[in-house]
């Protein structure tokens, strides 16, 4: 049974083509791999493994590089201008090797689906055993609608009425595990509406297994909890609502978080500690890991800042076009996402605000250097205040929209007096609360796309200290000259070139501009 799970979370890492659920040669045959309870918790833990890489690096915070709340220095050595000039294409890795990941990973969800299914048939488990397979079917299910909505997220089109059945702009989609399957017969890709509907699908299947589960095992329903629960696919299912402009069912999966009161918004106070300690009283889903597992989350850290130079230099900085928003002396954001930092770029002594929003968790270090881990929070309570203020403005409920914005502010701001806003004064102010609360957390690309915008970054900084030259002044020129206009088609990723040279389904499905 190790042989086929490792096989499988090999899978989930290097998957290069459409092989969407092929076994690898020399392991133990998948029939004979899922015998107990036991099998099928390991896969699960697999999972777990999956999900923890897939929401740390560049997998998180590429997309946010790309946008104009950051630029390169001269002098990095290109480290980041994939990112800071999209400079991207079908064959790049960075967008190859999620597409791949994910697909691995779902290939490992539909396996463990489909052979727990036939463990159940045998009738050799008991009702005991039953009450922990429904657990694990549950987390499978989320496992498979998350990694089906992270595809949807990057590497599709915005969802809006006109272009949700319009063929082949959605994922290819595949929830049997059929190794046998030759490529000629590989799914092309679904419609929008149709890749929506297979992650909805999943996830109710997963509400309905864990909270089934939760009425012997509530300890996961709490803040910083290791395991999936029910309220963190009610996040999901708010999540994929937004994406897909289903107001009604953002809101009431937003209120039905907020209303229950098992998590709430950390204090101005306690904040902090989300970044430093990776734990928070809204913090919904923190993944296993202690320092013997950092190796398994990469440093977001240091995708912006490059550990090897830091501090004496960093890859690239916050422009102003983000770090201009807060309140630098109230807003308690502001310096537990940005910290001033004197370097050396090109022989010259400069100054900046670097991003710091990932310092590095003390109890993941493995000596006594610094390697500037964090485990993931992939869900926080704060987004689903922002997805309830968004959507019940789009729904023309400004009362709620007001109510969930002002909730965050309050959290945040150190003196803040509630404001009624109305119009597009209150959209913009809830945009800009999503930015300033979200940025680097892997949401602002799809924000932009979603809301039709473009964006250039601000060639614009200042003199932070006496005898620094203005930082401005060693931007990457190429990184300023990457402007996006509304609707720009680099706001999706390409589809993998590997994918239309062994998938004959795909042939011209293609995202435009590529």
Not at 50 to 67: E, F, P
Not at 214 to 224: C, G, H, K, R, T
Not at 245 to 268: C, F, H, M, P, Q
Request: charged residues 20%; hydrophobic residues 35%.
């Amino acid at each position: 049974m190790k042989k086929i799970l490792f096989s499988l979370f090999a899978a989930g890492l290097m998957l290069t083509s459409c092989n969407m659920d092929k076994n690898q040669p020399g392991t133990t045959l998948a029939s004979e791999s899922v015998q107990s309870v036991e099998d099928v918790a390991q896969f699960r833990n697999n999972l777990y493994g999956q999900i923890r890489a897939l929401t740390s690096g560049s997998y998180v915070v590429g997309t946010d590089m790309q946008t104009e709340y950051f630029v390169g220095l001269r002098g990095n050595g290109g480290r980041g201008s994939t990112w800071t000039q999209s400079n991207i294409n079908p064959s790049t890795s960075e967008i190859v090797s999620p597409y791949s990941g994910c697909y691995g990973a779902i290939a490992t969800c539909n396996f463990l689906l489909q052979k727990t299914n036939e463990l159940i048939a045998s009738g050799t488990l008991t009702d005991e055993d039953m009450i922990y397979i429904n657990r694990y079917l549950g987390e499978t299910y989320f496992m498979r609608a998350y990694f089906y909505w992270y595809l949807f997220d990057h590497y599709c089109q915005a969802y809006t009425a006109e272009n949700a059945n319009k063929p082949a702009l959605g994922l290819q989609l595949v929830t049997e595990y059929q190794p046998q399957v030759p490529f000629s017969e590989y799914p092309g890709r679904s419609t929008l509406a149709q890749s929506a509907s297979r992650i909805n699908e999943d996830l109710n299947e997963a509400y309905r297994l864990l909270s089934g589960y939760e009425q012997y095992d509530l300890s996961n329903v709490a803040p910083n909890a290791p395991y999936v629960s029910s309220y963190v696919v009610k996040a999901l299912q708010a999540r994929m609502a937004l994406l897909t402009r289903d107001w009604s069912t953002a809101i009431t999966k937003a209120n039905e978080i907020i209303s229950d009161g098992v998590y709430s918004l950390s204090s101005y106070n306690q904040y902090a500690a989300i970044w430093t300690a990776d734990q928070g009283t809204e913090l919904m889903f923190v993944p296993f890991v202690d320092a013997s597992e950092s190796s398994s989350v990469a440093s977001n850290f240091d995708v912006f800042n490059y550990i090897n130079a830091y501090p004496s230099r960093v890859n690239c900085v916050p422009t102003m076009n983000i770090v201009g928003l807060y309140d630098d002396i109230n807003d308690i954001r502001f310096n537990s996402f940005f910290n001033g930092l004197i370097m050396t770029v090109e022989a010259q002594t400069t100054a900046a605000f670097v991003f710091n929003k990932y310092p590095g968790n003390p109890e993941l270090k493995t000596s006594s250097s610094e390697n500037y881990k964090n485990k993931p929070k992939p869900f926080r309570l704060s987004e689903i205040y922002l997805i309830l203020a968004e959507a019940s403005y789009e729904n023309n409920d400004p009362t709620t929209a007001n109510s969930a914005l002002n909730a965050i502010r309050s959290r945040r701001i150190a003196g803040y007096r509630h404001q009624d806003l109305s119009g597009t004064e209150l959209r913009d102010a809830i945009r800009e609360e999503r930015n300033k609360e979200l940025v680097g957390e892997g949401f602002h690309l799809s924000d932009m796309r979603r809301w039709g915008l473009g964006f250039q970054r601000s060639p614009y900084y200042g003199q932070l200290t006496a005898g620094a030259v203005d930082v401005a002044t060693l931007f990457n020129n190429a990184d300023l000259q990457t402007i996006f206009q509304p609707n720009d088609y680099r706001y999706v990723w390409p589809i993998p070139r590997n994918q239309f040279e062994t998938c004959p389904a795909m042939a011209g499905q293609q995202n435009p501009g590529y």
